[in-house]
């Protein structure tokens, strides 16, 4: 089984937990919080009643589309769109990952353990959104992998 879905704007990363001195507890950042809501609703518009088995070896797969900026020359925003150049900037690609694949927890699948090939892609476009793929493999397929 494969599914994708998109999510519509700026690719954000997972924000680091802030400590609260009094209570020694982690406090996730509301921009982290509201993204991964985000994301679980995206998924759950597409794939309302589909959960990967418990069991399932995943792929997942990320295409981060980023904004131009708007201080680019013409010549540079065409070398953008064509690939020629690909985003330097942040969010890092790991947080990137890192906040899909958490916000996707119980979602998608009982854990982010169960992904285990990945890929993440940095692009510009103007229109700016994070494509979102994940195929369960087979153990024969991931054999073909090793060799």
Not at 5 to 14: D, H, M, Q, S
Not at 81 to 87: C, G, K, W
Not at 94 to 116: E, F, G, W
């Amino acid at each position: 089984m494969e599914v994708r879905f998109t999510i519509l704007g700026e690719p954000k990363g997972k924000g680091r937990p802030r400590f609260c001195r009094n209570t020694g507890h982690a406090i996730t950042p509301k921009d982290t919080v509201n993204y991964e809501t985000l994301v679980r609703m995206e998924y759950g518009v597409a794939y309302s009643d589909f959960k990967f088995p418990d069991d399932a070896m995943l792929d997942m797969r990320i295409k981060a589309f980023y904004s131009i900026p708007k201080s680019a020359s013409k010549k540079k925003r065409a070398s953008m769109l064509a690939n020629e150049i690909r985003p330097t900037k942040k969010p890092d690609m790991d947080n990137v990952v890192k906040i899909i694949a958490d916000s996707l927890n119980q979602v998608a699948y009982r854990d982010d353990t169960q992904i285990v090939d990945c890929q993440c892609r940095k692009f510009y476009s103007e229109n700016p959104r994070v494509e979102v793929m994940i195929q369960d493999i087979q153990p024969k397929q991931a054999e073909r992998g090793m060799k």
